[in-house]
């Protein structure tokens, strides 16, 4: 079974990085916890879908690219 939590931290950290940001800055962004944030890049979240849109939309970047493989 693919572990989807490993897959969309994976690409959260990736594209925060392009982007040029920390994770306090993406947190405050997406207005979620900076703990969270580290928890989600980590794979030891699994972030609601009101979550995963917020966190999209601070990094400008379409909500399947977190999904993506």
Known sequence: MKDWC??????VRRLR?????TQEELAFA???DLTYVGGIERGKRNPSLLVMARIAEALSAPLSRLVSE
Do not use: P
């Open 17 to 21: 990085k392009q982007k040029g940001m």
């Open 30 to 32: 997406a207005e979620i």
């Open 6 to 11: 490993a897959t969309v931290g994976k690409n």
